[in-house]
């Protein structure tokens, strides 16, 4: 059974950083493309970043440059570094396991986390 983790999120003022992770099991973690995806409440789940062993990682242009996706293959764990928060990030942050191949596509998610909530304040 797959199941996807998140923790490490919260409140923090603009400018600041924190780092995400997703405990993964019940599926090939080593060989899995993954990602974070985030979602605003009345608005569209949208893509924040993937990647995989064979493919550069990829990320929405308004994170480029202030976030990096990474994984360790020996702990399970995806992460997600946020820095430079602005208080338009502030949304539930999810971890994903998604087809390889897709990029930023929520319809290419195969599995979702529960979510984490991240509150930039201004």
């Known amino acids: 059974q797959v199941r996807l983790v998140e923790s490490g999120g919260g409140s923090v003022q603009a400018g600041g950083s924190l780092r995400l992770s997703c405990a993964a099991s019940?599926?090939?973690?080593?060989?899995?493309?993954m990602g974070w995806f985030r979602q605003v409440p009345g608005l569209e789940r949208e893509g924040v970043a993937t990647i995989s062993d064979s493919r550069p990682q990829t990320y929405a242009n308004s994170v480029m440059g202030r976030f990096t996706i990474s994984k360790d293959n020996a702990k399970n764990t995806l992460y997600l570094q946020m820095n430079s928060l602005k208080p338009e990030d502030t949304a539930t942050y999810y971890c994903?396991?998604?087809?390889?191949?897709?990029?930023?596509?929520?319809?290419?998610?195969?599995?979702w986390g529960q979510g984490t909530q991240v509150t930039v304040s201004s």
């Open positions: 019940g599926f090939p973690f080593s060989i899995s493309c």
């Open positions: 994903a396991r998604r087809r390889c191949g897709s990029t930023l596509r929520v319809a290419d998610v195969t599995d």
